[in-house]
């Protein structure tokens, strides 16, 4: 089967692709990387910051387009699956519609649905939009309804979602959003996630002074909650002073995140989410802990009935304190729980079986 995976999230297709190929299919990445993150892709579609790299972009685009032809499925990373006004996007697709045999759609980030579901159905307890009925008014959040509400992004991701093949949610609350809406082409499918060649050695003795590990993205740190996270980490190492380390990586590449993190017992990560995202779950696959989202309906989802490796922590200030403290004056808890971690991604999200999983939705389309 050739594969296009066009756009690029937190190293999703650069991953599946990997997972893909090994079961034996051709796959093409094309993407920015994800911006400054800098993500593997096989064709490179980004642009600069200037008058001419916008040019030049446009340049580069129409020389790619043709290498866009004769694939059996091209999923895109969402409905902005390339550096383009939205506008331009619907004669983009509808050329990958026609020169492709099956298009389907990413619901794995910010998108119409995501911003409006949360915004007015509201089918999570909180999320990025909301907390309980009260939505939420930051600026981060108020853009993204200015961006995707009555505008061409909207009209753009309601086009696609109801003229493509399928519909892919790579987390519990995208699929909240998507498949009320879209049952019959709406399926869950768990992110990839390659996890070390050689699987981490647990040890059963205790960390003296924990290592925690937050990655800061500076231009989303309130939107994510990461502000909220990073205030109440430092209070408590203000508070327990030789009790516990943090560890900081500011928007960095992906390759300087890996480094920055590896030897960290545990990550915080996303304080609205219900689930761990990739960030999270890499962190996982290497016997750390995640102290973010672990709600109820994420092992529902997994059908995952025994492991709970994850520190589930409410969106608030206080409850980040309050679980920092409890791993800090109980570490003896901390062997198991990145046991667990490490179980938790094998049965759920290796790449390999993840991979299965799509190419068996791409084949009951």
């Known amino acids: 089967m050739r594969i296009l995976l066009l756009?690029?999230?937190?190293?999703?297709?650069?991953?599946?692709?990997?997972g893909l190929r090994q079961l034996g299919h051709e796959v093409v990445v094309v993407s920015n990387g994800d911006f400054w993150k800098d993500y593997p892709r096989d064709i490179d579609l980004s642009r600069g910051?200037?008058?001419?790299?916008?040019?030049?972009?446009?340049?580069k685009l129409m020389r790619t387009l043709p290498r866009l032809r004769g694939f059996d499925v091209v999923q895109?990373?969402?409905?902005?699956?390339?550096?383009?006004?939205?506008?331009?996007?619907?004669?983009?697709?509808d050329y990958l519609r026609k020169n492709n045999r099956k298009v389907l759609l990413g619901a794995f980030g910010m998108d119409y649905y995501w911003v409006h579901e949360c915004d007015t159905c509201k089918p999570l307890r909180y999320s990025d939009f909301n907390i309980g009925g009260e939505k939420r008014t930051n600026a981060d959040a108020e853009k993204e309804r200015r961006d995707w509400m009555g505008t061409a992004k909207e009209r753009l991701n309601k086009y696609i979602a109801e003229d493509c093949d399928g519909i892919i949610a790579g987390l519990y609350e995208y699929w909240a959003c998507y498949h009320p809406l879209f049952p019959q082409k709406t399926r869950f499918i768990p992110y990839p996630i390659e996890p070390p060649t050689n699987t981490p050695t647990v040890s059963t003795g205790t960390p003296s002074i924990p290592r925690i590990f937050i990655g800061i993205n500076k231009k989303?740190?309130?939107y994510k909650g990461t502000d909220i996270m990073l205030k109440a980490a430092e209070?408590?190492?203000?508070?327990?002073?030789?009790?516990?380390?943090?560890v900081k990586a500011e928007s960095v590449p992906f390759?300087?995140?890996?480094?920055?993190?590896?030897?960290?017992?545990?990550?915080?990560?996303?304080l609205y989410s219900y689930t761990p995202s990739m960030n999270a779950l890499l962190a996982m696959s290497k016997g750390i802990i995640n102290i973010g989202g672990g709600e109820p309906e994420n092992y529902e989802i997994l059908d995952e009935h025994q492991l709970r490796p994850i520190i589930n922590v409410e969106p608030t200030y206080q409850s980040v304190r309050e679980a920092l403290i409890n791993l800090i004056q109980h570490p003896e808890q901390m062997p198991e729980l990145k046991r667990q971690s490490i179980e938790y991604i094998h049965r759920h999200?290796?790449?390999?079986?993840?991979?299965?999983?799509?190419?068996?939705?791409y084949a009951s389309i």
């Open 7 to 18: 756009g690029e999230y937190s190293n999703v297709h650069a991953t599946l692709a990997k």
């Open 255 to 270: 390759n300087e995140y890996q480094r920055l993190m590896d030897g960290s017992d545990a990550i915080l990560d996303q």
């Open 220 to 222: 989303r740190s309130e």
């Open 235 to 246: 209070s408590v190492m203000r508070d327990h002073p030789g009790k516990m380390e943090l």
């Open 349 to 361: 999200h290796h790449y390999l079986s993840v991979a299965r999983r799509y190419l068996d939705f």
């Open 49 to 59: 910051e200037h008058w001419y790299d916008d040019v030049s972009f446009l340049c």
């Open 76 to 93: 895109l990373i969402n409905p902005i699956f390339i550096e383009l006004k939205a506008e331009r996007l619907f004669a983009l697709y």
